[in-house]
């Protein structure tokens, strides 16, 4: 048991909850690039090869594109259906082929960055699709391609429900990532563990949630200006199309 009245006590905490702090932030940080990279195009492509999507038909067949997006729609299930801690048990053979461990931060990116994707690619197909279909039929009746359609088009319209969406996913991932550190992940997860658990100081437990929470808070903040923001900028943008496009 830690004494609080021991004279180290509140240095050695301020230590220990900085150095857990990055550790966190490390993983955290990492994993929701990775999530954003590969999820972003994932989610536009669950909208895109949809029966009346703009990718209904690949190299001119339908069925090809019904069939990626059955096999994407049954990944993202997949990893979603698949309780966290399952997933981290069950990934410790391909962890430990991919970065020589399944123990440590490094590690810990690679349960983190395959809960997260298909949760952020559901999220902004929920986001492409609330995208009026009116503008996709204006931009392809003026010789839009489908790259400029997705980058002038969706992208900028759904921008400001996918930033909110990557706030509730960064959350995820912070929740996470503690469960990470029960299991020798390290961050704040394995502070509280071995500090607030094993050596029956809550004070540990106690800061280690209210720096979680600070985490939490300051980025749904950031999301939330962010996605204010780009809504003033989109405001208009059905008129503008055309104009956009001509200029591309």
């Not at 983190?112 to 986001?127: D, G, S």
């Not at 550190?181 to 502070?191: M, Q, R, Y």
Request: cysteine-free; proline content about 4%; overall charge neutral.
């Amino acid at each position: 048991m830690i004494d609080m009245n021991d004279p180290k006590f509140w240095p050695n905490l301020f230590d220990v909850v900085l150095e857990g702090t990055g550790e966190t932030l490390y993983m955290v940080l990492i994993a929701t690039i990775i999530t954003v990279i590969v999820g972003l195009p994932l989610g536009v492509l669950l909208v895109a090869t949809e029966r009346n999507g703009f990718l209904s038909s690949i190299f001119g067949s339908r069925a090809l594109a019904r069939v990626l997006n059955a096999v994407l729609s049954f990944i993202v299930n997949l990893g979603r259906s698949v309780p966290f801690v399952i997933l981290m048990i069950a990934l410790i053979p391909v962890t430990r082929w991919l970065v020589g461990s399944f123990i440590g931060t490094g590690p810990a990116i690679v349960p983190l960055t395959l809960v997260a994707i298909p949760f952020f690619a559901r999220l902004v197909e929920i986001a492409v699709k609330e995208v009026d279909p009116g503008l996709f039929e204006a931009s392809e009746s003026l010789g839009a391609s489908r790259w400029q359609l997705v980058r002038r088009v969706i992208l900028p319209e759904a921008m400001p429900a996918i930033v909110l969406g990557l706030a509730t996913t960064f959350t995820s991932i912070v929740n996470f990532s503690a469960m990470v550190g029960v299991v020798g992940g390290g961050g704040l997860g394995n502070v509280a563990l071995s500090y607030g658990w094993q050596r029956y100081s809550w004070m540990h437990v106690v800061v280690v949630i209210v720096v979680l929470f600070a985490i939490v808070q300051i980025a749904q903040l950031i999301a939330n200006f962010a996605a204010r923001r780009l809504s003033r900028q989109d405001a208009g943008r059905t008129e503008t199309v055309q104009k956009n496009l001509e200029t591309a």
